[in-house]
């Protein structure tokens, strides 16, 4: 029996609590700088590099983290799916 493989665009799926906005709470600051997220807010600092395949948007109060979708996996991020 011969193994076929078929080329399927790459799907992302995220589940739905990954697609609500995250509401920026009053006394919070949350900005893009440098490849980073960075939140300040009186309980500290925070800051995130941002994973290449991510993309990020504050709009007032609100952050969105959603995947890139025009994106192709490189060889290396694809999944292993070869059978030794």
Do not use: C, N
């Not at 992302?12 to 939140?39: C, E, N, W, Y």
């Amino acid at each position: 029996m011969e193994a076929t493989t078929q080329k399927t665009e790459p799907r992302h799926i995220q589940s739905r609590v990954g697609k609500r906005p995250i509401i920026v709470p009053k006394g919070v600051t949350a900005a893009l700088k440098d490849g980073a997220v960075k939140i300040e807010g009186p309980k500290g600092k925070l800051s995130r590099t941002i994973p290449a395949g991510v993309d990020v948007k504050i709009d007032g109060g609100k952050v969105t983290v959603t995947p890139m979708a025009t994106r192709e996996r490189s060889s290396s991020e694809a999944p292993a799916t070869a059978r030794r």
